[in-house]
């Protein structure tokens, strides 16, 4: 296996597709998404153990490849043993590998009352073709047929029993549990996956994913374990679930969705009997059993179990001291089970603060309680009729049975449910799919329901219990639910595919934010002049953005998934754009709360994006800065040029004077052409609620003008400013430069209150007389207290803006008019009037 | 937590090595090595409990421990064999679901990693009986008549 090591795994992370859990529906989803050319990253909570190296029934496999030992309950009246894998390739790893198709009559009943769509056997049908040409689905070599499997066929025959020959999922036939036969998702779509580009990361577990209006915005996920232990969050576009039945709703109820999710767990709960015959069969040795009585289907099933020594112990220890004797006779035993279609009912509920705590609960119905007697008594006049001399039934306080009469008599003495030893290898129907609102988790997709982004796509999808071993089943309907999400998302973004269809010319970072908005849109309407007509444009855009505005804006544009904390999707970003041009955008002006966001975004982040571009050929890269890095002007009448010494404001300042930096290095490096242009405050269509506060403040008076109101403020409308990052990408003189980009001239703080204020009383918004009035000591006050905030790591914004509101800030835009015949168009007044007017456009309130 | 894993574990370990079946024969330095081989496989498992299910069993193993006391005189673990056996008899028959099953899991666990120790598993093969009556072996594996 070639996974993705877990020490490599950064503290965030970005992804186009991320699917939780390896398993059957798992890897189906990864290998269907990866080959179409999604990027693809596959978290599995289990080691990767290579399981050609160790037989799925070991004692050293309970111990790595099945969740809590073996030993996770289904707790109710009589507790069921659930066993399900905890490792790299799921349940598939552990289970018989038998084989189902969906039964005709489910087809009806889930149409009818799920109310699921598109789902015929007309379309699963080539979906379980294919499946089965992946997985070597077959019948055994009659000569590998087991012993214990032919005296079981004899028997059902004696009793004129329909019965059925199971395939399964299996090469070379042979013994199933020989390492490496079993056609396992390790063996067959998870390197499909890989080889097609996708990532896996084993020992990590989805904790929590935290979400907002619908959409997923990260994944929480602890990796590794004991002192290597520690927590990671994933961004990603699109999240699949494929944890299993029992899993997939703990997760999804930790994480507060919970409407119909958990509550209609459905299971097949069996019991078995052991069985000791007058040859020996060395069952021990011998393949699966592949047998299985179809007469009572599907209240009923029978066939054969797995055996070894170990496993006849456990069932005799049931009853110890009355079975234990048979042990001398295991070479003459073998293992049958008995099981229903569960008509109960069963929950999974995540207990809040215990990481690993699932308790699940079934309730077997009184049906269940009748079909596992009748199906044991049964089990047992098949097993004498097959030449059994005694039959060991997992009752605990039960007798040997000599004789089929013995067996017949389960049915007329009392046997309570709780002297029955259940067990269950399938789980199944937790987050059931399908269009009825009042059963269904999801769509009849595994779309989950009130998310755009989520998706289930494992055996918790499948509406009721099948009566019959669910991998077949799990793995159709992922492939079709994965086709279908294809289907629906090639209108959407696909940052490879894309990349592959067309080379981009020009790349923006930054792309849903304020500024990259407008240039996107100002593209997209070739408002930047004849050179960037027609031209082809990729955006970036983390997975927690909201790209419908740029699908609005600009919907030519094709847009990529990434964060510039993650290389890895920089890389993807860039990729087939030798040539083109780079405008970056992006930047944190406000962090939420602490000042290390600073570097991590606008240093570290630049620092990935600069090597992405010198490793992908971009040609030049136009990066955005700020005044900050210069900090305010040391006298009311002063103005920056290109020439004006570092001295950076605060964190924010540090933060992107040290970005100029980096540039100016890959500028010596000579792999990249860099322009760097300086905007101040800018203003303009899609701004922010932050700066419609600043017009709020202004009508109602409580924009503090601090001082005099004559300290100076250069500003930038949007449009002004994409006029020069235009020319700043095309221009050859520009190469290895810097610019201000500012409209014609700084304008005095009283001027530019006035201005909105009038601009605001023109469309109607009745104004505060005067602004409010505070002396310049308030604002250095502010100064101070956003200093010692910033000097412990905190950062509030409105204490940080205050701070400089009686400081002068002016620039000369005289070298950009000079050196790019930068000539900025609109003034102070239309462009407060232009961010006014689409304010009230787009439903912000003033 | 330490002290009271350490004690959880040696109270299954008693448990275990008082449950480790006489069949098959092992020579003692073979039986000494599976003992501890199958104790640790029996703690790892109960360690590997779901979390909500390893406090409470671990409570149950004190009780088992300490219950011993009020017939004997002495917790569990400082019981003579005849009498831990009667104790570990006692509990599998009582008619609380609990203690029964408290002790069935760690039977069913011994029993498992016991009879599919290899130790065990070759003696086993060494030992096999032929049948009554002297029947055929029809198979001696899969596939070979």
């Known amino acids: 296996m070639s996974a993705l090591a877990t020490a490599s795994l950064p503290s965030e992370l970005t992804t186009e597709v991320l699917v939780i859990g390896s398993g059957a529906g798992g890897a189906a989803t990864a290998m269907a998404l990866a080959e179409e050319g999604y990027e693809v990253l596959v978290l599995e909570e289990g080691p990767d153990t290579d399981t050609t190296r160790i037989a799925s029934n070991s004692i050293a496999a309970i111990g790595k490849l099945y969740r809590n030992g073996g030993m996770t309950p289904m707790l109710g009246t009589q507790s069921i043993a659930f066993v399900e894998g905890r490792c790299v390739g799921g349940s598939t790893e552990i289970n018989s590998g038998f084989w189902h198709r969906v039964p005709p009559e489910a087809y009806d009943r889930w149409r009818t009352e799920a109310l699921l769509a598109d789902f015929t056997p007309e379309i699963m049908e080539p979906y379980f073709d294919r499946l089965e040409r992946d997985l070597s689905v077959s019948f055994m070599r009659p000569e590998d047929i087991p012993r214990s499997s032919e005296l079981f066929r004899a028997g059902i025959e004696r009793m004129g029993w329909q019965y059925v020959e199971v395939p399964r999922c299996q090469r070379d036939a042979g013994n199933q549990f020989a390492p490496g036969a079993k056609q396992s998702m390790q063996r067959t779509y998870i390197p499909r996956a890989l080889a097609a580009g996708a990532r896996l990361v084993a020992d990590a577990k989805a904790t929590a994913l935290t979400h907002e209006s619908g959409r997923v915005r990260s994944v929480e996920v602890v990796v590794g374990s004991g002192p290597a232990r520690r927590r990671c969050s994933i961004r990603a576009e699109k999240v699949f679930l494929a944890c299993g039945a029992i899993q997939t709703p703990a997760l999804l109820r930790r994480s507060g969705i919970t409407r119909n999710v958990g509550d209609s767990l459905q299971t097949h709960p069996m019991i078995k009997a052991a069985a000791l015959f007058d040859d020996e069969i060395e069952a021990h040795d011998a393949a699966l059993p592949v047998y299985q009585v179809k007469q009572f289907w599907p209240n009923i099933t029978m066939g054969g179990a797995v055996f070894t020594p170990g496993f006849l112990a456990m069932l005799l220890a049931e009853s110890w001291d009355a079975y234990g004797h048979a042990m001398r006779d295991w070479n003459r035993m073998a293992l049958y089970y008995a099981g229903t279609r569960g008509m109960g009912h069963g929950t999974v509920r995540a207990i809040r603060g215990v990481e690993d705590g699932v308790v699940i609960r079934y309730r077997l119905s009184q049906a269940d309680h009748h079909h596992l007697r009748l199906g044991l008594s049964r089990l047992t006049e098949v097993l004498f009729a097959a030449g059994a001399t005694a039959v060991y039934p997992a009752l605990s306080g039960a007798p040997i049975l000599r004789s089929a009469e013995q067996g017949r008599g389960l049915l007329t003495q009392p046997l309570p449910l709780t002297s029955m030893g259940l067990s269950t290898v399938h789980a199944f129907s937790s987050c059931p799919m399908g269009e009825n609102p009042d059963r269904c988790a999801t769509d009849s997709f595994g779309k989950v329901r009130g998310f755009r982004n989520l998706w289930i796509n494992d055996a918790s999808l499948i509406p009721d219990s099948p009566g019959l071993n669910p991998q077949g089943t799990t793995m159709a309907i992922a492939l079709r639910n994965a086709e279908r999400f294809m289907d629906g998302d090639r209108r959407a973004i696909s940052p490879a595919r894309r990349a592959s269809a067309a080379r981009p010319e020009l790349l923006v970072t930054g792309a849903p934010g304020w500024l990259g908005t407008r240039l996107v849109e100002m593209l997209e309407q070739g408002a930047l002049g004849p050179a960037f007509r027609g031209k082809t444009v990729r955006c970036l855009v983390r997975p927690s953005d909201d790209e419908s505005v740029i699908r609005r804006v600009a919907p030519g544009a094709d847009l990529a998934a990434g964060d510039l904390g993650d290389a890895r999707s920089l890389d993807a970003f860039c990729r087939g754009a030798e040539g083109a041009t780079l405008v970056h955008v992006a930047g944190l002006v406000h962090p939420a709360r602490f000042t290390r966001d600073f570097a991590r975004v606008n240093v570290e982040g630049t620092r990935n994006l600069l090597a992405a571009a010198e490793r992908t050929g971009v040609r030049r890269v136009v990066v955005v800065s700020s005044n900050s890095p210069v900090g305010c002007n040391p006298s009311p009448g002063h103005v920056f040029d290109e020439r004006s010494p570092y001295d950076p404001y605060m964190g924010y300042g540090r933060s992107k004077a040290a970005m100029e930096r980096l540039v100016h290095e890959a500028q010596e490096r000579g792999r990249i052409e860099t322009v760097i242009v300086r905007p101040p405050w800018f203003y303009g269509p899609h701004q922010p609620p932050r700066q419609t506060l600043f017009f709020t403040m202004i009508k109602n008076g409580r924009f503090p003008v601090l001082g005099d109101g004559t300290q100076r403020r250069s500003m930038a409308y949007v449009d002004n400013i994409c006029q020069g990052l235009a020319l700043a990408a095309e221009s050859p003189r520009a190469n290895g430069e810097t610019y201000w980009i500012a409209d014609e001239r700084p304008y005095s703080i009283d001027e530019i209150v006035t201005t909105v204020s009038e601009v605001l009383e023109s469309f109607g918004f009745r104004c505060a007389p005067a602004p409010l009035r505070l002396p310049a000591v308030v604002g250095e006050t502010a100064r101070v207290v956003d200093g010692l905030l910033q000097a412990v790591g905190l950062y509030h914004q409105k204490i940080h803006v205050l701070g400089e509101m009686h400081r002068s800030i002016a620039c000369s835009i005289a070298k950009a008019q000079a050196e790019l015949g930068y000539a900025p168009r609109v003034s102070l007044r239309a462009g407060m009037a232009a961010s006014v007017e689409w304010c009230l456009a787009n439903g912000q309130q003033i | ?145």
């Open chain 2, 1 to 145: 937590m330490t002290w009271f894993r350490r004690q959880r574990d040696a109270i299954i370990t008693a448990i275990v090595v008082d449950l480790l079946p006489a069949h098959p024969a092992l020579d003692p330095a073979d039986r000494d090595a599976v003992a501890a081989d199958v104790v640790a496989f029996v703690v790892a498992q109960v360690r590997g409990l779901p979390e909500f299910l390893r406090l409470p069993y671990g409570a149950a193993s004190f009780a088992f421990d300490g219950l011993a006391i009020l017939r004997w005189g002495r917790p569990f673990r400082m019981l003579d064999v005849a009498r831990r056996q009667a104790y570990v008899a006692l509990w599998t028959g009582s008619a609380l679901g609990a203690t029964r099953n408290f002790i069935k899991l760690v039977r069913s666990c011994t029993l498992l990693a016991y009879y599919d120790h290899p130790t065990v598993r070759a003696r086993l093969e060494e030992s096999v009986t032929p049948a009554a009556g002297g029947a055929a072996v029809i198979r001696s594996r899969a596939g070979s008549a």
